[in-house]
């Protein structure tokens, strides 16, 4: 039994690392959100650790569920399956949204310049964009606040469906503690995978300059969430 569970808790952990870290959906959204609304690491951390347990928490529920009313293994699959299009289907939405979103801010804050004579011989010119000073601070707090919600949500559907086969083999002989056991190695390992590439990442984009392209950091970071949503949708990456 307990070589069993070893090879069960090997098992999920080593399908938990590849299943988060070949699924950029995974990180890629938060990493994208963190560099365009400036969010700090500790907040980055925070959304993403929250979201990796809404995300595989849902899907222990419904194995719990499973487990309970005796739903066979392709009957929770098949649930799982449309759970994960609902997902792609709000994430494609929520990134192509927000996309549109930030190129019309990049657009409206395109920068300009004046020429200002402050006297006969003091001529000097100066650039800066006009959307800033019309966004007012209650504005800005209610997107930077719902965008995260926005973000758990998505993940709450989505759905980590190499947990389901790994929870039912031990809930089939009834040792619960080698189903705690593994859904305990499978939620570490995924949670622990999403937030070293979000911190890696992020680290890394922190040292790369945009320049003139910062105010489309928005607009980049939607795109490259709908890109991301497609992928996974339509291509099954």
């Known amino acids: ?24 959906d995974h990180y890629l959204p938060f990493i994208a959100m963190s560099k365009a609304r400036h969010w700090s690491m500790l907040k980055t951390g925070i959304i993403t650790l ?18 309970v ?7 929770l699959e098949a649930i799982e399956s449309f759970r994960g299009d609902i997902a792609a289907w709000f994430l494609l939405i929520f990134g192509f949204s927000y996309f549109l ?13 004046h020429l200002h004579l402050h006297d006969e011989e003091d001529l000097h010119e100066h650039s800066h964009g006009h959307r800033e000073g019309h966004l007012h601070l209650h504005e800005v707090k209610e997107k930077s606040n719902l965008t995260p919600w926005i973000l758990f949500t998505i993940f709450v559907f989505g759905p980590c469906e190499p947990l389901i086969p790994l929870v ?37 984009l922190l040292r ?21 949503a497609g992928a996974i949708k339509f291509f099954q990456v």
Do not use: D, Q
Request: glycine fraction near 12%; aromatic fraction near 12%; hydrophobic fraction near 55%.
């Open 208 to 228: 790369l300059p945009l320049g003139r392209l910062e105010r489309y950091s928005h607009a980049f970071a939607g795109l490259s969430i709908f890109l991301c």
């Open 69 to 75: 009313l005796g739903i066979a293994v392709f009957k």
């Open 101 to 113: 979103w930030g190129l019309r801010e990049a657009i409206r804050n395109k920068p300009h310049s």
């Open 1 to 24: 039994m307990l070589s069993e569970i070893s090879i069960l808790m090997g098992t999920a952990l080593t399908i938990g690392f590849f299943h988060t870290i070949f699924g950029p």
């Open 168 to 204: 039912m083999y031990p809930a089939a002989k009834g040792n619960i503690a080698a189903v705690l056991m593994v859904v305990g190695a499978f939620c570490f390992i995924t949670i622990s995978t999403m937030l070293a590439a979000v911190f890696i990442i992020s680290y890394g």
């Open 50 to 67: 929250l979201c990796g347990l809404g995300h595989v928490l849902s899907s222990v529920i419904l194995g719990f569920i499973g487990i």
